[in-house]
């Protein structure tokens, strides 16, 4: 069993990452925003954390980088539907030169999701 982070500004889809997570047995916590994300991970410990790229005013990849050039080690899986101003293929590279594990594409399915989450926790 993972403890796992989901940093989503929507609800509808991070409520669906959390059942899925919970019905494979992990357990989850949520952040809305980058803000809340970094208390959230300087309080706990976390084996895994899915980030989405678009967080309203937020970045999830800048998020990543800070946490990174802080030394973080933390496993990411960064989700993206796109968005203003970057490609999807932009936001993977960029996802893959931060370390993060894979990049998720909205939307994915539910096996899509445990491949990462099994591949970031082992």
Known sequence: MAHILIIEDEEAMALSIS???EDNGHTSANAQDSQSAHKILSANDFDCVICDVWLGSDDG???LSKLRSAGTKTPFIIVSGGGPGRSLENVSTRADM??????????FGDDELMRLVNIAIS
């Not at 931060?98 to 939307?107: E, H, N, Q, T």
């Open 98 to 107: 931060l370390g993060a594990v894979g990049m998720l594409f909205k939307p």
């Open 61 to 63: 990849l800048d998020l």
């Open 19 to 21: 059942f899925v997570l």
